[in-house]
């Protein structure tokens, strides 16, 4: 299983526009994403390809969350999903 972690750089957090950017890229991916915040326990991971689930995560611009992906092409899906959560959509 590969693993990231990347900081929520939008400044109002992973709210409705980052997240169904993120949302979008993760479905367009041939590998399923989890997503969690650092300090949760893995198990607590949500489906990182909902929108629901990832406004309820209540991700705020600082936080640290962990990405992990298995199968073929998951580091490659992870390297490019830390990308948008690390880029500031509320600025452009």
Do not use: K
Request: no cysteine.
């Amino acid at each position: 299983m590969s693993e990231r972690t990347a900081t929520i750089a939008s400044r109002v957090g992973l709210h409705a526009r980052p997240a169904s950017i993120f949302a979008a890229a993760v479905g367009a991916l041939s590998v399923e994403v989890t997503i969690g915040l650092e300090s949760d326990p893995v198990e607590d991971a949500m489906d990182a390809s909902s929108i629901l689930s990832l406004m309820s995560l209540g991700a705020a611009n600082g936080d640290v969350v962990v990405l992990r992906a298995e199968g073929e092409g998951a580091e490659e899906a992870l390297e490019s999903l830390v990308v948008i959560l690390e880029t500031d959509h509320d600025a452009e």
